[in-house]
């Protein structure tokens, strides 16, 4: 069966808001689509809201008025499932229960012909566990959307042990034809997007646990320099934490506690307060008529200069922070050792500032780190437990002179930027070497699905994968803890030069 080149219909149960959003695509995709919902004015409603949803386009000028006519043409409303008979393929939007799931695909297979695709849009129930009750598996998949679906423009095509691999092909080629990007996954839990999801938020979290820095200041460092559309508190109280605190738990137990996607008591015990995000005017922010409260940040200390002192070793790994010292009229102690007035400033990779001074001999009431790979948009200097706040405000100060924003952090390894993007990278990685999605279609659902600046690899070769590894070395050093231990993916790339992008042979 090729449902792209036949007139059958493809057939969507379920109309709520993703199996409109689904139905409306396919039909402007050209596809005929019969609409089927379990209440019976359902699917009339759905029709003609997908209709009302149309004609709103053409008035802004997206669509032209023949092309709500023909997409209109194309939606029927079936009454019972028995109407669905004639379709190539039958996609299922209803709710994320899987023995539900498995009563309505084995119903559906007395009613559909041999070869027609059954197809399942669940976000984390488990294909294989869908497809098991059928008596034909392999024309099970699953077939991921996000929501809004016409505008989130990709669709993760998940295939199980038994689905065939022209049915993931067809399903492929469909996705094209709606006008999304298709990219394939084996079934796991999670499949590519919420998989490799994981890292933004729970890391965030664990540094929000440790008392690092506050959520608003999490949140600017990882939105101003490392790029991220939202910050992760922004993004939790956008998407509700009763909807992202149990996909965290999910996938944390799916993969029998797999220590890198480990959720946070926090998460948890916010849900429980009812702390839900903007749905209840109040998460990590408080929200009054759908808009966020803005938290002032910590105003710009005045500018006393001090000579700044950086050890040789690091100078000469990052010149592009001994240019902007020179850019901002920093006095530079050049000495072997640092002078008794000094800053002494330190550029660790996955390190903290305590390690840094300790390892360097150097006094710790006048150290401060600064993150050397993420120097533009905003910086983030960081403290020992006990650098003297005079040198905090004179460091702060300083590297604030040109306008840029500084954050300033208590003691980390890896700061912000770099434990959060090393954890992404690292997860991206693993999903690479379980042969779960090629290095490609990892990247291109990522940036599509999470709107991140870059795909988790592609973040890897921008720092670099050496760079990354060194990060998680020293993370996991530190930590002891195996949720920093290095993907086999990232190491062997790393030791070889070569892009994370690079497949095996």
Not at 222 to 239: I, S, V
Request: charged residues 20%.
């Amino acid at each position: 069966m090729d449902s792209t080149s036949t007139n059958a219909p493809l057939g969507i149960i379920g109309v709520g808001l993703m199996g409109r959003g689904i139905a409306q695509i396919a039909a402007q995709g050209g596809m005929p689509v019969i609409l089927y919902d379990s209440r019976p004015e359902g699917g009339e409603e759905a029709r003609k809201a997908i209709l009302a949803t149309l004609q709103k386009l053409a008035e802004k000028g997206k669509i032209g008025e023949k092309d709500v006519a023909q997409a209109a043409s194309r939606l029927t409303v079936a009454t019972s499932l028995a109407d669905l008979a004639p379709c190539a393929a039958v996609i299922e939007a209803i709710v994320e229960n899987l023995e539900v799931k498995r009563g309505l695909f084995a119903e559906l297979e007395s009613i559909v012909a041999p070869e027609c695709i059954l197809a399942t849009n669940t976000s984390s129930l488990s294909v294989t566990a869908i497809a098991a009750v059928c008596k034909h598996p392999g024309r099970v998949a699953g077939f991921h959307f996000f929501s809004p679906v016409p505008l989130m423009k990709i669709v993760e095509v998940i295939s199980g042990p038994l689905t065939d691999a022209a049915v993931a092909d067809q399903l492929t080629a469909m996705a094209r034809q709606m006008g999304h990007t298709p990219v394939k996954a084996s079934d796991t839990p999670g499949f590519i997007v919420n998989h490799a999801g994981r890292g933004y938020l729970t890391e965030s979290l664990r540094i929000l646990g440790e008392s690092i820095a506050a959520y608003p200041e999490i949140d600017r460092i990882l939105r101003q320099a490392a790029g991220f559309r939202m910050g992760p508190f922004e993004l939790l109280d956008l998407t509700g934490l009763d909807v992202s605190q149990p996909v965290m738990e999910s996938i944390y137990n799916q993969y029998y506690q797999e220590p890198r996607f480990r959720p946070s008591p926090i998460a948890r015990q916010r849900m429980a307060a009812g702390l839900l995000g903007k749905k209840s005017q109040r998460g990590f922010y408080r929200y009054e008529g759908g808009k966020k409260e803005e938290i002032a940040e910590p105003a710009l200390p005045p500018r006393a200069d001090r000579p700044v002192w950086i050890g040789r070793e690091d100078a000469a790994a990052f010149p592009a922070v001994a240019a902007l010292l020179e850019r901002l009229g920093a006095p530079r102690d050049e000495g072997e050792r640092p002078d008794e007035q000094s800053l002494c400033l330190v550029l660790p990779l996955g390190r903290d500032a305590t390690t840094s001074a300790v390892a360097a001999g150097i006094d710790p009431r006048r150290v401060l780190g600064l993150d050397p790979l993420f120097l533009d948009g905003r910086r983030t200097l960081m403290t020992t437990p006990v650098t003297d706040p005079a040198a905090r405000d004179a460091a702060h100060a300083l590297f604030g002179a040109d306008g840029t924003p500084v954050s300033v952090i208590h003691d980390s390894p890896g700061f912000i930027c770099q434990r959060v993007v090393a954890t992404i990278v690292n997860i991206g990685s693993d999903i690479a070497q379980q042969g779960i999605a090629s290095p490609q279609d990892i990247d291109r659902a990522v940036t599509l699905g999470l709107g991140y600046p870059k795909g988790p690899l592609a973040m890897g070769d921008a720092l670099g994968a050496a760079t990354v590894l060194g990060i998680l070395d020293s993370l996991h050093e530190f930590y002891r803890d195996p949720r920093y231990r290095p993907s086999p993916w990232l190491k062997r790339r790393a030791l070889l030069g070569v892009s994370l992008l690079t497949p095996d042979n």
